[in-house]
């Protein structure tokens, strides 16, 4: 067997989470590959908004395990708090998921590096989460990181003190930030012990077996392609590989073991944070565009900056990761739209180009619009409910251009609300 690969294609916020949930069906094992609780994965089904930032996303689906993968960064903490809220709807987590023993952890520390490093560069800030990520994956390139293998060591405390004074003394060169380590590492030594009540694997050698042993393994990435720690709009990025290639470092599956690719993009783009975004909307009509979508992150709560839909971005992601199908979120958002615009070129350098230059910079690079129809009314519906016209020939201007088919269009937030497309 084959591991089939779920991402996305832009910002992120896309709305993989909802598609995983309504894929998990055909699959024994949901797998998260990279990232941290900077992801936020939403599922709504059966009148219930779910918000999941480091569980994957099929822990609801009774029968099927979730494995956090090595390439994963974990706050115990926020592990702990979102377990709790999984097992109030009847879940049992223990029993459905696993966790790398080669994960790394985020330490209180960590999260103060981050709040202190982003205070620090002022109104050149990168508009991080906040959520101790980035310092997290620097120690782990570093090699002084501590693994969830490592809390069941004898010497995991000594561990841990060596890492923090590493940390205070960086922590030392930012004279206007202040801290209380106390105030945070009570709760932290707490939620190390429920983490050692879930059980840990050797991921990449666990993962292996279950593909031998004939499971069908869906492997979940976090934030979107155009963050990627190489391909993103750098340095405005994430810390770890977003694209299909880091499912393989993050489970520890062999690049001949991946199947499908699956790309998921909403209908319009999306963006929380710093960095550039040629197509942004920053007048009315990208107001209206985010209270239509209920654009605010997740995880932050943050308004996330609204545009059009940007094909040169979309065909670069679906060449980074191989995509072989696609999925487009979110088309009932622009049901209120007579007409929608789309970036179809950049103008760079006076040229005209449908690629991704070296830098997105608004100084550099000019958006080119065309219009399309819209598809006014469309609203919320459900599976079997016939799309407009105008919807489809959207939808195939995109398959076209990608040379990728869509085989799901999503009119709403609730699994029901999801359209299969014929191949």
């Known amino acids: 067997m084959k591991v089939d690969v779920l991402l996305g294609l832009q910002w992120g916020d896309e709305g993989k989470g909802k598609i995983v949930d309504v894929l998990t069906p055909q699959y024994d094992i949901i797998a998260r590959f990279q990232g941290g609780p900077n992801a936020g994965h939403t599922l709504e089904f059966d009148g219930r908004k779910h918000v999941l930032h480091t569980i994957p996303s099929g822990i609801f689906r009774e029968g099927k395990l979730n494995l956090i993968g090595n390439g994963v960064v974990i706050d115990p903490v926020t592990l702990q708090r979102e377990i709790g809220e999984v097992e109030e709807h009847g879940v049992q987590v223990d029993a459905r998921m696993l966790i790398s023993r080669k994960a790394h952890l985020i330490l209180p520390t960590h999260r103060l590096l981050d709040a202190a490093n982003e205070q620090d560069k002022g109104k050149d800030k990168i508009g ?236 550099l690079v000019n958006p080119i619009f065309e219009p399309r129809e819209g598809w006014p009314g469309a609203g919320q519906s459900g599976s079997g409910t016939e799309l407009p016209a105008s919807l489809m020939n959207y939808v195939q201007e995109i398959e076209s251009l990608t040379k990728t088919r869509i085989s799901i269009v999503s009119m709403g937030p609730d699994r029901a609300q999801t359209h299969e497309m014929a191949s």
């Open 128 to 363: 991080s989460t906040l959520r101790g990520i980035g310092p997290t994956y620097m120690d782990k390139t570093g090699r002084n990181g501590l693994r969830v293998g490592d809390i069941f060591l004898p010497d995991f405390k000594e561990r841990y003190d060596r890492l923090v004074k590493k940390h205070a003394r960086l922590l030392s060169n930012f004279s206007e930030f202040s801290y209380d380590l106390s105030e945070h590492e009570p709760a932290w030594f707490a939620s190390i012990e429920r983490l050692r009540q879930i059980p840990v694997v050797d991921s990449e050698q666990w993962i292996n077996d279950q593909l031998d042993a004939g499971k069908r393994v869906l492997a979940e990435g976090a934030q979107g392609t155009l963050l990627d720690i190489d391909f993103g709009t750098y340095p405005f990025v994430t810390s770890s590989t977003t694209t299909a290639a880091g499912a393989c470092t993050g489970l520890g599956v062999a690049p001949t073991r991946i199947g499908e690719v699956i790309g998921i993009f909403k209908a319009y783009c999306t963006r929380v944070g710093s960095g550039p975004f040629p197509t942004e909307l920053h007048g009315d009509t990208g107001e209206a565009l985010r209270k239509a979508g209920h654009e605010f992150g997740a995880t932050t709560g943050r308004p996330r900056r609204c545009g059009w839909l940007d094909l040169p971005a979309l065909k670069h992601a679906c060449m980074l990761n191989g995509a072989t199908q696609l999925c487009m979120m979110k088309a009932d958002v622009l049901d209120s739209f007579e007409e929608v615009q789309v970036c179809t070129h950049y103008e760079v350098d006076g040229e005209r180009s449908d690629h991704l230059p070296y830098l997105l910079e608004e100084s």
